[in-house]
């Protein structure tokens, strides 16, 4: 339905821009033919020269201010077809994206080996099984890409894709997999990591 809305309001968009096209190339045209192609000139004592006929200067004084007057009628126009629709955030939203924000805070931390912050952001029996399943490394890189979130009550849901790349004692590991990040409370703290854990890496 939003992109219908969207479509609709592209097309009215470019009707208007069509329109007004239109309306500039006419305006033009009816400006070129009240100006004579060598309009009668007198020069003034001053070197300056002056139109002799006031007739033809005051009809290009007024061709002028009506295109002026209708191209910021346009542009309001366009504008107003323009704007998007501002739309409250519902409450499911802000929590998926605190949710999202999160597990995002987590694999910075895992990477960094930041015990406080993964303590910070989870449980104690969160903390308690993440710390049991962590195992070291010289370095890693882990990427995170949210595919699917459940809210019931208090509980959030995130199932995750993860690819991730750990070096240890020399050795290169890589691989990927699909967990999922069960959040608690508020504000959300994560309380366990379901399925294919990346923090178990490298195997």
Not at 26 to 36: D, F, G, L, N
Not at 180 to 203: D, H, I, M, T, Y
Request: net charge positive; glycine share 6%; with cysteine.
């Amino acid at each position: 339905m939003r992109l219908r809305q969207e479509i609709s309001t592209y097309k009215r968009y470019l009707n208007l821009k069509f329109k007004m096209k239109n309306l500039y190339n006419i305006v033009i045209e009816s400006t070129i033919k009240v100006i004579p192609p060598n309009p009668p000139l007198a020069k003034g004592g001053r070197g300056d020269f002056q139109i002799k006929n006031s007739k033809i200067r005051n009809s290009i004084i007024l061709h002028f201010t009506f295109l002026i007057f209708i191209y910021l009628i346009g542009v309001l126009l366009l504008l107003s077809c323009g704007k998007k629709e501002v739309r409250p955030v519902s409450p499911e939203s802000k929590i998926a994206q605190e949710a999202f924000g999160l597990a995002e805070t987590i694999r910075n931390a895992y990477i960094k080996n930041d015990r406080e912050t993964l303590e910070r952001s989870s449980t104690k029996d969160g903390y308690r099984e993440l710390i049991g399943v962590i195992k070291s490394f010289d370095s890693a890189e882990l990427t995170f890409t949210p595919t699917w979130v459940e809210i019931e009550d208090s509980v959030v849901s995130v199932n995750v894709s993860w690819k991730g790349t750990w070096i240890a004692g020399g050795k290169r590991t890589e691989d990927r997999g699909l967990a999922v990040f069960v959040f608690e409370g508020r504000p959300l703290k994560l309380s366990q990591v379901l399925r294919a854990n990346p923090f178990r890496q490298p195997e």
